[in-house]
């Protein structure tokens, strides 16, 4: 229905940038990686600098299986504006897949450095520390994480997860029954 409703927005004549850009991100939602890329390849004809055009590019390629091609876009929106905390903490997710920890971490370090409130960064330090065996610093990152937003449902069940590892249970549990107040 919103792709319907987008393509009767570009018939009316309304801005025809910003309804492509909008078509591609739902196209991104659905999982229509392709089209999403060749949606963002084409808006960045016109805008061929513009930091969030190629990080969602960098997205659709990412979650294509093309991470030569994202980590290309990831760096090329960090160029435009390196204070894009967005595009580091997707470079470190692309790092995080391809197991290279100590460059995820940097890249991780200075999203949340850069913008404190975002929650994926906090929750994918957690998750790196987990990955790295570094158990007792992940409770940090995802409480961290509930600082930025305590509704941040992500945060609560990796702190939940970490803490039960930790054997640390009754912290565990009050995580996790704090997660299903937030989306039973």
């Not at 078509?23 to 808006?43: F, N, S, T």
């Not at 509930?146 to 702190?159: F, H, M, R, V």
């Amino acid at each position: 229905e919103a792709l319907r409703e987008l393509e009767r927005a570009l018939q009316r004549g309304e801005d025809t940038g910003l309804v492509r850009q909008a078509i591609a991100e739902v196209r991104l939602v659905r999982g229509e990686l392709a089209e999403a890329a060749a949606l963002y390849r084409d808006l960045l004809r016109d805008d061929p600098a513009s930091p969030k055009l190629l990080n969602e590019l960098g997205v659709a390629r990412h979650r294509s299986g093309d991470t030569a091609g994202a980590e290309r876009a990831y760096r090329a929106a960090l160029e435009g504006d390196p204070g894009y905390s967005l595009a580091w903490n997707n470079l470190a997710a692309l790092r995080m897949h391809r197991g290279d920890a100590t460059p995820a971490g940097e890249c991780l370090a200075r999203a949340v450095e850069i913008h404190p409130g975002l929650v994926d960064g906090w929750c994918n330090l957690g998750l790196l520390a987990e990955q790295t065996g570094r158990l007792p610093e992940a409770p940090r990152s995802y409480r961290a994480g509930i600082e930025a937003d305590p509704e941040a449902l992500t945060a609560w069940i990796g702190a939940g997860r970490v803490l039960s590892e930790m054997d640390r249970f009754g912290e565990a549990r009050n995580a996790l029954a704090r997660a299903a107040e937030i989306d039973p």
